[in-house]
């Protein structure tokens, strides 16, 4: 009996390693670079910079939220930094053009939606693999954009449009996106029957077919999905300063493929969870910003990013071997 | 005669599963050694322990008198031994030349591949295996299996392999290819090579074989010169194990037909396949891997929709074009793969078992933990699966309690047909016995069950009625009381001794 409540004691503690191991290094790590920076450079832990990093990149973890969707489901998508971009230039151009602010609101939401159906559904249905489908969107969504914009600013938006740039009870706009979003998806992703099956089909598509699941429809609204999230992200990042470049920061889709997949998503699919994507955005945001506090050059984040992705992996995998040998009964 | 390798005293488990116990075999100069032996009685696991694929627990291997310990099949080769497996190692994209070479190709001074001296021998090698119709500069690809199986003992040849390992070299050749092998075979054995010749069809092993040895359940059964047996004595020696072992079903009521199936077909894997199921029945069916016996299931399924024949469920007939078709008829599939069918192995056990019923856990689109958890628990109970509970990753269990999860999951549909694919492959003896005292409590309940096993004993012990399936289609129907190892094992492995089927029950 004793033997019993001792397993049932560590289980009840190690389960939630078991099932969050990877979310709570993460906050780990956001806790202790706070800690550590914060007393190197007190500065660090202003109001303005605090703002800054969670405000300014707010729109990369609800990114993050619809690329760990598709992640999960067993697919990858490279494509969603260039339709950031696409999205972000229709919601400006409907702005400046005199559209109720409604609409440029919804419109980029739902092109993203439309769009990413499309390629969800080239995918299931014409079984191309993701990362084919998405190159191509990729260079389709690139060379659209520089021809159409020709590489000019959106300037001129009326007032209103900055969505990005309210604030409530002092707390910026994006944060509440942020949070409310990743709250509500991780939520979704846990109780809701389609969630269960982006797992299930991420996991192993032949054992869900013969589930009675229907992989292909599965696979279109994690898509479609991810294209809302890439909406709302294009509208954070759209309206978060006074002018909108065609060119979205460089490399964009790597830093939300990295902050799902350091937030423990499994890059093979079938695991992970939103809580642990937004978790390393808000991470590479944190590492972003110490590394100017700690005076190191800025080009050391992406190498920094880098190790990041080796180290975590490393650690996933040496936490699924001991649990392999503990876990066996 | 002296022994080419001379195995001694050969153990090996996996992950404390015993499958290979004191294993002595050998092989000499000159002759064909057939090893013969049911589906898992270990002739993979001791042909890849000489072909330097694993290693052995205990015992010895000696290659001429010498004592070796292979770390990688490059070790392996290195001594003269070589291995042609079932499912053919080549490159598609590559010449023969290239194929047949690959890995020790001849070079020139400078390093460089020598092209012409590695097509000249190549050539040299097809012609002394009388290939002289393929073109060493040919894409393997595009070569039939026949020319492809040649290219691929050209290579081990090419090695100057003293040892050929075959495995099921004529599993996928058609009857004319099966002769020109033999002959590519004999051809070798006369000029000295030692040949291990692993198959399941007993007329080419009574056409070759000098010398037999038979495997059943990791136990070496026996050694004997082809001259001592025939093809009764060699069936009784692989399948004869006492059957006290397992849990044999439980009498009950026959009842009505629950599925009829008649003259179903699909492409040409299933052909004219008519029976039919009752409830409280288990039929088995038997047949060697390839059989289409799997492919029946997928059919039935609707996982590969049928192309000809039709279905009756009830008596009526219905039209069944994927899983959730069948599904909601009341047919649940335990597949043969757990891993590639079965199981989401990231995922938890309470999550697996609920899949197949996520709609009926579900209040409006979000799914009802507790009664999620209670299902899981349920049936944790139920089947007596060893977890530490219902959120356990379902990769962390063992092979028998992974297999009562597939089969949890599917009963939850409340099924009244049930087509149990392999139910005990992979598993321990403890857990094939609690798997059959189950599939005896749920036949009792009044449900239909189809069993395919290549476990001639399971096949025996459970099954109301015995169908034995052979190039797609039923070839021998036996009841209960006239199954007989030797019977169904003779119907399952011999050429063409057609129709003994008494009477078609449907």
Known sequence: MAVAAAIQRRSAASRLVEAYGQELVVLGAIIALFVIVGTVNPRFLSENNLINIFSGNAYIAVAAIGMSLVIISGNIDVSVGSLIGVLATIAGTLAVQGYPIWVAWTVPVLVGMAINACVGALIAYFRIPSIVVTLGMLSILKGGLISITAGTWITGMPPEFFIAQARFFGIPAPVYFMVVLTVVMALWMRYAGLGRAIYAVGGNAEAARASGLYPERICVAAFAMHGFFAGIAALLFATQLQVIQSTVPPNLELTVITASVIGGVSILGGTGTVIGSTLAAILFACISSALVFLNVSAYWLRAVLGLLILATVLADMARRRRHRVAGRV | ?506
């Open chain 2, 1 to 506: 005669m002296t022994a080419l390798i001379e195995l001694a005293g050969i153990s090996k488990s996996f992950a404390g599963i015993s499958v290979l116990r004191d294993i002595s075999f050998d092989v000499c100069a000159g002759e064909v050694h057939a090893l013969v032996g049911e589906n898992g009685a270990g002739k993979s696991t001791l042909i890849k322990i000489m072909g330097g694929v694993h290693r052995a627990d205990t015992g010895e291997i000696r290659v001429n008198g010498e004592l070796m310990h292979f770390a990688s099949p490059r070790a392996s080769a290195a001594s003269g031994i070589a291995v042609v497996h079932q499912e053919l190692l080549l490159f598609p994209d590559l010449s023969v030349a290239e194929n047949i070479f690959m890995g020790h190709a001849p070079r020139t001074g400078w390093g460089a591949l020598d092209w012409p001296q590695m097509r000249r021998r190549a050539r040299e090698l097809l012609d002394r295996l009388q290939s002289h119709h393929i073109d060493v500069d040919a894409r393997v690809g595009s070569l039939s299996v026949a020319n492809r199986q040649r290219v691929e003992i050209a290579r081990a040849l090419s090695q100057d392999a003293r040892v050929l390992i075959m495995d099921e070299p004529t599993a996928s050749l058609v009857e004319e290819d099966v002769q020109q092998l033999l002959s590519i075979v004999r051809l070798l054995r006369d000029k000295g090579v030692g040949i291990v010749y692993v198959s399941h069809k007993l007329p080419e092993i009574f056409a070759l074989a000098d010398r037999v040895t038979v495997l059943r359940d990791g136990a070496r059964v026996g050694t004997a010169p082809i001259g001592e047996l025939d093809e009764r004595k060699l069936v009784s020696m692989m399948v004869g194990r006492p059957i006290d072992q397992l849990f044999p079903k439980q009498a009950t009521k026959i009842g009505a037909p629950l599925l009829e199936l008649r003259d179903l077909g699909f492409g040409s894997v299933v052909r004219d396949v008519s029976l039919t199921l009752h409830a409280g029945e288990v039929l088995g069916i038997a047949g060697l891997i390839g059989s289409g016996r799997t492919e029946l299931a997928l059919t039935v399924f609707g996982i590969t929709p049928a192309t000809t024949g039709e279905i009756l469920v009830d008596g009526k007939a219905v039209r069944i074009e994927s899983p959730q078709q069948a599904r909601d008829l009341g047919i649940a599939y335990v597949p043969e793969d757990r891993g590639l069918q079965g199981l989401v192995r990231p995922q938890s056990i309470q999550e697996n078992i609920s899949l197949t019923v996520l709609k009926s856990l579900a209040t409006g689109t979000l799914i009802d933990h507790r009664k999620e958890e209670k299902l899981a628990r349920d049936s944790i109970a139920k089947f007596g699966i060893r977890a530490l509970g219902p959120r356990q990753i379902v990769r962390q269990l063992s092979g028998g309690n992974q297999q009562k999860v597939v089969l949890a999951k599917w009963l939850a549909t409340e099924p009244r047909i049930l087509i149990m694919d392999e139910p005990t492959r992979g598993i321990d003896v403890g857990a094939k016995s609690e798997i059959h005292a189950l599939m005896s409590a749920l036949a009792a309940r009044g449900l239909g069950i189809l069993m395919i096993s290549s476990e001639l004993p399971e096949v025996l012990g459970m099954s109301d009625r015995v169908l034995v399936m052979k190039n797609g289609t039923l070839v021998a129907e036996f009841d209960r009381a006239e199954a007989s190892a030797e019977a169904v094992g003779a119907a399952m492995t011999l050429a063409n001794n057609a129709s003994n089927r008494s009477g078609e029950a449907a």
